[in-house]
T-cell receptor
Framework: AQSVTQLGSHVSVSEGALVLLRCNYS??????LFWYVQYPNQGLQLLLK??????LVKGINGFEAEFKKSETSFHLTKPSAHMSDAAEYFC????????????FGTGTLLAVQP | SAVISQKPSRDICQRGTSLTIQCQVD?????MFWYRQQPGQSLTLIAT?????????ESGFVIDKFPISRPNLTFSTLTVSNMSPEDSSIYLC??????????FGSGTRLTVV
């Protein structure tokens, strides 16, 4: 069964610094991968998705992620962090089977220091 | 992508009672799901809401505790039955067409006292 692992439950960066949030997947077939963001007391918002087209995927708010099959990774990056990026970030994969359910990683809480 | 309206946004309920959460999508979707997010944790899938048939529950979740309805392609409800404080969580509805990503409702913050 497909799954994702997020390394680092908490990441802290300075404003203007590079953001790197790690996600590795486990899948026996080409996966569909997603990054979601959850701001405090809100639902989830889709940041970007990989659906087997271009390996470098650009999303909203300046985020991007690169699908690397050799490393089974789909890390999320942003060149310059902004205070408004502080949130919880979830990597997810389509779990396979008939229902196409989304399976989530454990999440990474991003703090941005002034 | 689909827009989801979920209500109530929050509620405080007495133990032993039930709460029904509604999820309305602004367009027909093939897939609808219900998730639970316990404080400080990730999302756990409760069940897939199937249109016109019984929901498909994940391990650890049962229909008697979390009955789900999906009468059409735009609407679903989740009931949390015979609640206890351990049911205090955020419950989220999700909908979409699978490979292209799912949209989430804003969640229902449930506190059981």
């Amino acid at each position: 069964a497909q799954s994702v692992t997020q390394l680092g439950s908490h990441v802290s960066v300075s404003e203007g610094a590079l953001v790197l949030l790690r996600c590795n997947y486990s899948s026996s077939v080409p996966p569909y991968l997603f990054w979601y963001v959850q701001y405090p007391n809100q639902g989830l918002q889709l940041l970007l998705k990989y659906t087997s087209a271009a390996t470098l995927v650009k999303g909203i708010n300046g985020f991007e992620a690169e699908f690397k099959k050799s490393e089974t990774s789909f890390h999320l990056t942003k060149p310059s962090a902004h205070m408004s990026d502080a949130a919880e970030y979830f990597c997810a994969v389509i779990g396979g089977g008939a229902t196409n359910k989304l399976i989530f990683g454990t999440g990474t809480l991003l703090a941005v220091q002034p | 992508s689909a827009v989801i309206s979920q209500k109530p946004s929050r509620d405080i309920c007495q133990r032993g009672t039930s709460l029904t959460i509604q999820c309305q999508v602004d367009s027909q979707v093939t897939m609808m799901f219900w998730y639970r997010q316990q404080p400080g944790q990730s999302l756990t899938l409760i069940a897939t809401a199937n249109q016109g048939s019984e929901a498909t529950y994940e391990s650890g979740f049962v229909i008697d505790k979390f009955p789900i309805s999906r009468p059409n392609l735009t609407f679903s409800t989740l009931t949390v039955s015979n609640m206890s404080p351990e049911d205090s969580s955020i419950y989220l509805c999700s909908a979409g067409t699978g490979n292209y990503g799912y949209t989430f409702g804003s969640g229902t913050r449930l506190t059981v006292v």
